[in-house]
């Protein structure tokens, strides 16, 4: 399947390699030792340069970066999970979404880049209809999110940005783990109304205020 796949990829994007290729779903079902050579035979050939995973629990991860280290094989750069500023509600169980132990995880391994998708939780930040309405909110919703969400729009009031904006440039802020938000704009005006995150410096201050927010 990852052999067609890539040649498929790589056939409609027209080019002969792509930099960064992704296991979209954690594959349980498929031995990992198949999935790893696969994927090592794939860069070996040149089409792919750098392999990540995405939809994983930790455990997995870890499980996958050892078979790595031991048959030689490239190990995942990239981690692609859901994440933002708002923490995940207590009980949250979704391999999908970043938790605390995967945090900690990535911290102690600076090889492992965080991409987060659904970044600024499909426009929850700037849209209080969206926020109360929109079923991603399951995940998020409590007290912690309230205080989180109370102090980003105080400051991004005080900084004169939208909250996702705010959002995106405290993400790309972060450092332990190295975070690269990726955004899904459907629209040009929204792609547009994204773009400001990438100039906004934010100080130690304000930072330590984002942080610091929550129940
Ligand atoms: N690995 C995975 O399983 C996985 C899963 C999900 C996504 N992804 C990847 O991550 C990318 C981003 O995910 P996402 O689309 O969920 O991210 P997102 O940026 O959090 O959500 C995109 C949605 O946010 C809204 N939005 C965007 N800009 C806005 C703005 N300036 N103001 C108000 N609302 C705005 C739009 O909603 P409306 O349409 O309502 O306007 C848009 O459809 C995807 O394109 C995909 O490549 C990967």
Known sequence: TLHASIDD????????????????????????EETLEALAEIVRAGKARYIGWSNVRTWRLERIRGLCERNGWPAPVALQQQH??????????VASVVDHEQLDY?????????????????????????????WMMERYAGPDAEARLEVLTAVAAEVGVTPNQLVLSW?????????VPLIGPRTL???????????????AELLARLDAAGA
């Open 9 to 32: 990829s790589l056939r409609r994007l027209g080019t002969d390699h792509v930099d960064l290729y992704y296991v979209h779903v954690d594959d349980r079902a498929t031995p990992l």
């Open 84 to 93: 933002s500023y708002l923490r995940p509600r207590t009980g949250l169980d």
């Open 106 to 134: 990535l911290r102690a391994h600076e090889d492992l880049t965080l991409v987060a998708y659904s970044p600024i939780l499909r426009g929850i930040y700037d849209d209080p209809a969206k926020r109360r309405d929109h």
């Open 171 to 179: 993400m790309l802020h972060q450092s332990s783990p190295r975070t």
């Open 189 to 203: 005006a929204q792609f547009e109304a994204a773009l400001p995150a990438l100039d906004l410096t934010l100080s």
